[in-house]
């Protein structure tokens, strides 16, 4: 355990240009949860003080470091800034329609570039592409996941992308 | 009597002299009507020769072809044969028109589609052609014998053809909008899923609250007496904290939201299916229906792409317009087409110019007594002069992902009713107009 936990959290990009569907990965992913929720922690931890009793729950820690946008172009920018930051995504979750702008497989090519070792997978319900098309384009390293989908199989496919070095979940 | 014989012999010679002209006159009308019976001759040879030319090329050329005057089928070329199953040469047009079942007129405007049904071995085999008449006699008066050429052509397969087109089209437009579908109930299905997770870490929270309360129940029965002003002091704090959280559970505005939510995204996914039924099928069976309410169930189809594209809707209808009666699917296709295409329009140029508000116009207007224009206008790349005709080919898209099918499949459509459809733009960058005239009824 405590040579897992030298492992470094896994940095991923999520690109989705839905609301709902960035909370879908912040509750699939324990990413941050909402002030209020953690004012709710606060008090059952208050309670079980005065109790002087150990809560029962923790809060479940964050998967990975995930970074949230929108569109392909914003992705892009932020990526540029984590790669002179050091700090470079090992993993992009795309989805493929994100209008407007340039779509998926163009940000997937955009980051690419910057990454070219860069684990994409792309969480789509529709893709535009036929597999020859990505294959064409992206060669390697990239995999397709059709919402809906749920929480257990994200995880999955995420963990499944990922090296064994890099740290995802408790795991 | 000397004079006498002078005057005969003069007589003589005068007489010879006009026999002799006489027979060269006839020698020269003779040789005259010797050269015009050879110029006769020559021209029945030509005339035959070329009537035996156009009898060959009647019998050689791949369309079926029949000759006939005012009372007998003259001659019959083989591909007629084949294609009606009989050879009516020598027959009386009558007989042969109650045979054929096909009129066998004189006039030269005049065509028809016919249907030929042979008996296959399994099934009876459809071809249907169509009938041409050609008169070989461009005047005629009414005694005299004219004959006329009927040319029939196979048109089985250019009709299958556009069928198999049409129907392309239409399984086209249902794929795009399947993606479409397919790309909302996904994204709302997955942002449920988001919800329900949120929701389903609520019932630890309250086991963990009476996990609490508990404690401090069995807490405050095991105390001492002596205690008791601890305890009470406890067991308020601990009340208090319990108050707390359970306004915190409930004041959580999420918990009410994500249920909201949760109730949105059936109530999308069940509108998105029914509007989906209604528009999937190859129904080209003209109702009647309230024109700006199918303009608004089709934008409700795509309503949450528009709003990605930030891209207003301005609707500017004519209010006379309301009940047409017209086919209710392909015309939501065709303007579900429109739309989307201005769409993809405005993201194009938007790649460019970032600041730049995407805006759709729709506009209706009646135009005279039972017709009406409907525009669909947008403020995206536009269309390059070349290409503004050149767009309703088959095959032919202006996009890289295009299939070409849907302006197809919208002329089609207009077409099939005896509408106008075309586009407008002033090129690059100045937007683009799709209009279309129709008719406001079309028979049933």
Known sequence: MEVLNQHRLARLLIVDDDPRIHDFYREALSLSHNSDEAELEVDIDEMFAILEEDNPLQEEAAYCDATLANQGLEALRISNE??????????????????????????????????????????????????????????????????????????????????SELQFGNA | MRNTLEELEKQISLLERRFSRERDARKEAEKLLEQKSLELYETNQLLRMENLRIMKLIQSLPVAMVLYDQKTVIAVNPSFESLFGESPEGRSVAETEARLGLEMRDHPEYRVQHEIHKQGETHEEVTTVLVQYVPLIEHHTADAVHETLMVAMDISDRIKNDEVQQYAAFQAGIAEMSASILHNIGNIVTGMHGSLMHLGRIPPQIKRLEKGVSKALEQSQQAEDTDLVATNQRNEQVMQATVKILSGLRGEEKMVQYIDKLELGIHHIGEIIQLQQKAARPDTHITSFNFPSMLNDT???????????????????????????????????????????????????????????????????????????LTVRDNGCGIYPDRLEKIFVFGETNKEQGSGYGLHSAANFVRSLNGKLYAESDGENSGAAMIVQLPIRVDR
């Open chain 1, 82 to 163: 984590m790669v002179e930051k050091g700090a470079p995504f090992d993993l992009a979750l795309l989805d493929m329609r994100i209008p407007p702008g340039i779509d998926g497989l163009e940000t997937a090519k955009g980051l690419r570039k910057q990454l070219p070792q860069l684990l994409i997978i792309f969480v789509t319900a529709y893709s535009d592409y036929r597999d020859e098309q990505l294959m064409e384009q992206l060669e390697q390293n990239y995999s397709m996941l059709h919402k809906p989908i749920g929480q257990q199989q994200l995880r999955d496919e995420i963990s499944k992308a990922l090296p």
């Open chain 2, 299 to 373: 934008l409700s189809l795509i309503q949450d792409r528009i709003e990605k594209y930030n891209i207003e809707v301005v609707r500017d209808l004519d209010p006379k317009l309301q009940k047409v009666e017209l086919p209710r699917n392909p015309m939501i296709q065709m303007v579900m087409n429109f739309i989307k295409n201005s769409m993809e329009a405005v993201g194009e140029r938007l790649l460019e110019e970032y600041s730049h508000q995407g805006k759709i116009e729709i506009i209706t207007a009646v135009v005279g007594e039972n017709s009406f224009k």
